[in-house]
């Protein structure tokens, strides 16, 4: 869309909370897909003409879509700002200010973990391809010679997760994904073990790793179960949630290869 373009989507706003709806404006725009991703927006002296405020109020919308992840504004000859998308760190850093404002229970964590990961395994049973899958099984053996080596740390265990979700080809998943290394890292929990949590998670991510190999999707749900319920006492509570779900895998899905 050229400039001149853009110039007709917009409305004059009252001064009054001015900021926040030029910033709706922009946005409803650009999730409607009238301004696409990459897309440059019209200088501030233009939008300012348009909405009828001053630079300094366009400069203040600007600053709040970039806080949502929606614009990228870029300094420079060629600057300006630029329609983005928010990113799964966005999305991960929103789940923590939300749980940092409340009190959450290791257990209420590993507990929205498995709500996230045993779907995402089940997806992944059906949509990573062969490649992927390879690729999984070689960081876990990557990880098991760092273990020995003593080099093993918990960004390479949130690297496995992190492939998980990828392999599910799925944006919302991945994003959800990112808020591991965070609010809902199981680091608390695994520091109870000492020195033993690493080797336990290597082993538990090959066995997981060859159930998606098998395609076995109840498999790769009761190991990654397992996984995150270790050094838990969830494993009455999440019981019947797991029998649940496992009761009628007479009806899995045919596979399909991601595109």
Known sequence: ????????????????????????????????ARLKEGERLPPERELAEQFGVSRVTVRDALRALETMGLVEVRVGARGGAFVTAPSGSLVAKTMSDMMMMSAVAPEDIVEARLIVELGT?????VRATDEELERL????????EKLKAGTYTREHSWQFHGLLAQFAHNAAVDGLTESFRSTLSLHPIRAREGRKAHERSVAEHLRIAGALERRDAAAARREMAHHLMRGTNLEKRESALLSFWDADDGNQPSRRRAR
Do not use: D, K, Y
């Open 1 to 32: 869309m050229s400039e001149e373009a853009a110039g007709n989507i917009f409305e004059p706003v009252a001064v009054s909370r001015a900021s926040s709806a030029i910033a709706e404006q922009i946005r409803t725009a650009i999730i409607t």
């Open 121 to 125: 395994v089940t997806i992944a049973c």
């Open 137 to 144: 099984r070689e960081l876990c053996l990557e990880g098991r």
